[in-house]
């Protein structure tokens, strides 16, 4: 019974952003059309807050229903959470569609400050070397104790907490899940640095570079103590609920960094080469660009660096696949 | 405080031109002085989101003017300039697109005190801060 409650926190957590999340985009941004900043207050926007707030509640009531009426088949217990982002993004698109009519042209003036100071890296790059750095100690934490890990232990648990998944005392499965994180550590490290080299200077890049280094010290949390696991058990409500916490406290982060930074971005002038969902231009330098509704950076196609960033998480889960798990 | 460049990709004049213009506004006004650097070619391009070849010709028109000094490998720099001993040709050109313009202020309406003002104005405003 605790673990189906326990289940249900990333379900209620998942809910909640999708609740809210029309009204945690910077103001001139309102179900991905960018308005007048006071667009929200007007009927139109109200009423398509209120049926699509409605419908998620709605769905998140039903999913909470059916985990507790459900049968104990552990794939059932994905329809919920399913059902729940697919209703949001059918009222997300609907209100979407519903409002583009008031959609304002983007600004078509850019400036720049003509300045040659050089793009030095932050403070807070400086930072993301320490999940490596707790990877490379757990790393020899393990080896050093190699002799206390027991020659099978489990891995993966279902959803009435039996263990149905082993890994047995090899390197592969001892450090396997640390390579795992190392590699998409790599990952985030390179999207941070090409965001900061390879986009244009504003609050919205050192934002997403915060939140780059930010989900790389979550890994550099989660995984090394999903690594320590064949040594030490501790209660899995517990270890649930810190991964939940590591988790829910990201995602809040996010939000706050990201909206704060965008809310400054706002007031400054747009770049007009500003791209949808993918840009492809050869004679543009930039392999990142804000995108026009404002949420984040899509990829220049053009730049071979982007491509890079964009096929290595597919090698990634090829690599773990073949090699790690 | 480094200055501001500003250029309108909505308009009808190239983006090349209103980079020209504006540099071109900043140095005759001794805001760019001899020995500035300009921000790299695929920085600018970067931060207005236009393409770097429209930043290097207008980078190579500024040069061609004589106004910056364009090296391999190393950022442009503003560097002293001659002025041009301009031919009767010349003159005759630019008052004749001086005259243009002050006819489109005329005909949008601009008293005329006020056109003479303005461009009395800003040749002082040019001249004084160089």
Redesign the interface.
């Known amino acids: 019974m605790i673990l189906r409650v326990l289940s249900l926190i990333p379900f209620l957590m998942a809910a909640t952003v999708l609740l809210f999340a029309p009204v945690l985009s910077p103001r001139r941004i309102f179900f991905a059309v960018r308005v007048q900043p006071d667009f929200r207050s007007t009927e139109p926007a109200r009423r398509a807050l209120r049926q699509y707030q409605l419908a998620v509640a709605a769905i998140a009531l039903i999913g909470l229903l059916w985990t507790f009426a459900r049968p104990e088949n552990p794939s059932a217990g994905l329809i919920p959470q399913v059902l729940l982002f697919v209703g949001a993004i059918i009222f997300w698109l609907r209100n979407y569609r519903a409002l583009v009519k008031y959609q304002m042209n983007p600004p ?10 050089p793009d030095r890296l932050p403070r807070f790059f400086w930072v993301s070397m320490i999940p490596p750095v707790i990877l490379a100690g757990t790393a020899l934490y393990l080896y050093l104790h190699w002799s206390s890990i027991p020659a099978q232990y489990p891995i993966h648990w279902g959803p009435g907490g039996q263990p149905n998944g082993w890994a047995t005392r090899s390197l592969r499965g001892v450090y396997g899940p640390l390579l795992f994180a190392a590699l998409w550590m790599a990952w985030l490290i390179g999207m941070a640095f090409a965001i900061w080299y ?4 504003s609050p919205l890049r050192t934002a997403v570079a915060k939140i780059m280094i930010a989900v790389e010290f979550l890994f550099g949390i989660i995984w090394p103590v999903v690594s320590l696991l064949p040594l030490y058990r501790p209660n899995a409500a517990l270890l649930v609920m810190v991964i939940l916490g590591g988790v829910a406290g990201l995602i809040v982060y996010s939000l706050v960094t990201f909206r704060r930074a965008a809310s400054v971005a706002g007031e400054e ?1 747009i ?4 791209a949808g969902s993918s840009f492809f ?1 050869r ?4 392999i990142l ?1 804000p995108r026009a509704d404002g949420l984040g950076y899509c990829p220049n196609l053009a730049h071979p660096v982007a491509w890079l960033l964009l096929l290595y998480p597919f090698a990634i889960v090829i690599i773990a696949m073949i090699f790690i798990f | 405080m480094a200055q501001k460049l500003k250029i309108d990709l909505s308009s009808s004049t190239p983006v090349t031109t209103q980079i020209v213009d504006n540099l071109r506004v900043l140095l005759v006004g001794g805001q760019l002085r001899s020995g500035t650097a300009l921000p790299s070619v695929r920085r600018l391009a970067m931060e207005l989101g236009i393409h770097f070849n429209t930043v290097a010709d207008a980078y190579r028109l500024l040069a061609s003017e004589g106004w910056l000094d364009l090296k391999h490998g190393r950022s442009a720099r503003v560097i002293d300039r001659d002025l041009p001993r301009p031919t009767r040709n010349a003159i005759r050109s630019w008052k004749s697109r001086l005259k243009q313009l002050a006819a489109q202020m005329l005909a949008a309406g601009i008293p005329n005190s006020e056109v003479a003002n303005e461009l009395r104005n800003i040749a002082k405003e040019l001249t004084n801060d160089s």
Do not use: I
């Open positions: 078509t003036v850019a400036g720049v400050e003509l300045t040659t100071e390879g986009a244009r200077r002038v770049p007009a080469a500003s231009d004679q543009n330098p930039a660009l």
